[in-house]
């Protein structure tokens, strides 16, 4: 079989022309790390539904829409700027980015506990290139990934978060993206780092907004590692705007007797893609990968995940939960992998989907590849509409059909956001599933 023509990406040529005036651009092996995976994404081309990984997702959209890089500095706000996940009175730290770029007159940073730095990843690379060298490497299954190296090449500013050993921070860190086009089609590549010492904890929160009903293209990728009994929980809102894309990945690798918990809600975008890959590369490490979905119109809405159990006594837990209406489309795909010498390791998925509509489309792929003879693994997918006897049910009790539909959809979804240990962030959870319920037809009553 002759090998797949390369589907080009034009959005890379403009590479040439921004390459100048990137951060880091007197950094030599920056700009060889730059220059190697603008090579690579010209050779890889944009990933087809040829591609196992892609299968489901056609980034054709993307092509059709002529992006331009977003100006240093981002877009002004005005007095309408876009709040974060999280109050107001819960964000001692954040980090505001407007079309990828740090905001300092928008951010606030408060007192934070010795061994613990927290700086964007433009300063980074002004105060201490080198101790981001290493990071910036790319990582195991990221070398034939165009849009990683795109990226990399790209990549103008973000988030550094370094934890001390033992260091415990007990307030979030809250990292919010604006998207903000003004007229241009933008796109903008963030790079987050997250280094979590051995014996350290903290809770990220990332949120990505958008203002107007302009076209962006979001591109963020993060790298987190996570050491000997370290533990992160890393709570993700993709609220894009109605014709934004939103294609993201998520690295992660985690030592011996490490934790990391995720949640991700996606509800806003014309097309988003979120991935993660973790890495459990100690004995004893955990992760537990969670989401919730609601999409509607047309939009199309992908969550992507591997977890690889490389070493034994490892433990994972992925629940993913969504709600589709008119023509929308969902994936999951979920890839467990178990190592042979990864021994007693303990691994479970489950995706659950709610179909609002006859037109609306789920795609689920759970997927176990074990090589170890001494594991308990399981997964399942389920979909369907909602139970016909519990909402006669509670129709009988009285309540409106729309209201009974309503109850039961926040229901289905309310046993994922509960596993939210904050109770800050999961009653805002909560709060933006209602209002997306609130919003047109939600509850689909005739």
């Not at 591609?51 to 092509?63: A, D, F, G, Q, V």
């Not at 993060?222 to 014709?243: E, N, S, Y």
């Not at 989401?291 to 837990?317: F, W």
């Amino acid at each position: 079989m002759s090998a797949e023509p390369i589907r080009p990406l034009p959005y890379a040529e403009r590479f040439a022309a921004v390459a100048a005036g990137l951060p880091g651009r007197s950094l030599p092996w920056l700009a060889e790390l730059r220059a190697e995976s603008i090579a690579r994404v010209t050779a890889l081309g944009l990933p087809t539904p040829r591609l196992e990984r892609w299968k489901y997702t056609n980034l054709n959209p993307l092509l059709a829409t002529d992006f331009v890089p977003a100006p240093g500095g981002g877009q002004s706000l005005g007095s309408a700027a876009p709040s974060g996940l999280l109050p107001a009175e819960r964000t001692a730290h954040r980090l505001v980015f407007v079309n990828g770029a740090l905001r300092r007159d928008l951010s606030r940073i408060g007192a934070l506990p010795a061994g613990v730095a927290l700086v964007g990843f433009a300063e980074a690379l002004t105060d201490d290139p080198e101790g981001l060298a290493s990071l910036l490497t790319p990582t195991a299954g990221t070398e034939d990934d165009a849009l990683v190296a795109l990226n990399t090449a790209f990549m103008a500013d973000g988030c550094v978060l370094r934890l001390g050993r033992g260091v415990a921070l007990d307030e979030p860190i809250e990292l919010l993206f604006i998207g903000a086009p003004n007229g241009a089609a933008v796109a903008f590549h963030p790079r987050n780092l997250i280094v979590a010492d051995p014996g350290s904890r903290a809770t990220v929160v990332e949120t990505h907004v958008g203002m107007g009903s302009g076209v962006y293209w979001s591109h963020p990728v993060c790298g987190v590692t996570i050491g000997d009994g370290a533990v992160l929980t890393h709570l993700k809102l993709l609220d894009d705007g109605p014709r934004a894309f939103h294609i993201a990945r998520t690295d992660v690798r985690v030592a011996a007797r490490g934790r990391y918990d995720s949640f991700v809600l996606t509800t806003g975008g014309a097309v988003s893609r979120d991935e993660i890959a973790v890495a459990l590369d100690g004995e004893d490490a955990e992760c537990r990968l969670t989401g919730g979905y609601l999409a509607r119109g047309r939009q199309h809405v992908d969550n992507t995940t591997e977890i690889v159990h490389a070493k034994p006594r490892t433990v994972s837990r992925e629940v993913y939960k969504g709600v589709l209406d008119d023509r929308a489309r969902g994936v999951f795909q979920g890839r467990i992998v178990v190592a042979e010498d990864a021994q007693k390791s303990d691994g479970h998925q489950l995706n659950k989907t709610l179909l609002l509509s006859d037109h609306a489309e789920i795609d689920s792929k759970p997927q176990l590849e074990i090589y170890a003879d001494d594991v308990k693994c399981s997964h399942g997918a389920t979909a369907g509409e909602l139970e016909e006897d519990a909402l006669f049910y509670l129709r009988s009790r009285g309540i409106a059909e729309s209201a009974a539909r309503r109850l039961l959809i926040e229901a289905f979804l309310g046993d994922v956001i509960e596993t939210v240990a904050d109770a800050g962030a999961q009653a805002a959870l909560a709060r933006r599933v209602g209002a997306w319920l609130g919003g047109p037809d939600g509850g689909r009553a005739p």
